[in-house]
């Protein structure tokens, strides 16, 4: 059997963008590498953990122990996690789309030439982090959030976790000049129930043994009570 803090647990991460098609050829997308989401899993599994890692359309290599499920858009990844579950600790990394196109085409849309353009016409998509956070049973111990802000960074990370219903939230600063979106470095600050922690900038695999080392921590503090 496996050793290390996080042995016997079983750990959820998505991570990486949703495409949502709207044809064959086109879709819609956040900017997501995947590479904060895929160091998580990294450190869980360094940590002893069973992870399954819920992924969207990446360049990156699936981390080597984890059990790796891929999916194009946010129904397919709520599902797989839907499916994946129970699990100890689920953490949302993943960059889902907000919306999707109500009805993708069949065919690759055309141009017509006059200048008439095409309407698209969108739906929301599920809120997978809100969906598993409200469950009545079989909801993980512990739902960590991502939210990646441009301005007022700790104030509107702290209204989304709890309008999300996620226990922690990890926020970051997003906007461009930060170099934090496809980059490998990220500054954070963790908010909990209790308060917020600004953490200093570090590489995006660092953040991820920091936030393992704290879900570790949170977890034999809760058995030992
Ligand atoms: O509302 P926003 O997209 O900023 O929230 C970010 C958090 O919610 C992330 O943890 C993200 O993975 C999760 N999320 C989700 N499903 C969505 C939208 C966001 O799980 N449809």
């Not at 949502?20 to 899993?41: C, F, L, T």
């Not at 990844?77 to 129970?86: C, E, H």
């Not at 702290?158 to 922690?168: C, V």
């Not at 953490?199 to 660092?206: A, D, G, Y």
């Amino acid at each position: 059997s496996s050793s290390g803090s996080l042995a016997g647990r079983h750990v959820l991460i998505t991570s990486g963008p949703t495409h949502e098609p709207i044809d064959p050829v086109r879709y819609i997308a956040n900017r997501s590498s995947g590479k904060q989401g895929h160091a998580i899993a990294a450190a869980a599994i360094a940590a002893g953990a069973r992870v399954t890692l819920v992924s969207g359309p990446v360049a990156l290599g699936a981390p080597a122990g984890a059990t790796t499920v891929q999916v194009q858009t946010a129904e397919e990844m709520l599902n797989a996690v839907r499916a994946a579950l129970p699990a100890d600790v689920a953490i949302f990394c993943a960059a889902v789309a907000d919306w999707r196109a109500a009805s993708p085409a069949d065919e690759k849309i055309k141009k017509t030439g006059d200048g008439e353009k095409p309407q698209l016409e969108l739906v929301e998509n599920p809120d997978i982090l809100k969906t598993i956070a409200h469950m009545k049973t079989g909801r993980p111990n512990l739902i960590v959030g991502f939210a990646a802000e441009t301005e007022n960074v700790i104030a509107f990370a702290t209204r989304k976790r709890r309008n999300k219903g996620a226990d922690w939230t990890v926020a970051n600063d997003v906007s461009t000049h930060t170099g934090v979106m496809g980059g490998d470095r990220n500054r954070v600050h963790l908010i909990t129930e209790t308060g917020v922690d600004s953490w200093p900038e570090m590489s995006k695999r660092e953040v991820a043994e920091t936030l393992i080392a704290r879900i570790s921590a949170l977890l034999h503090d809760k058995a030992r009570r």
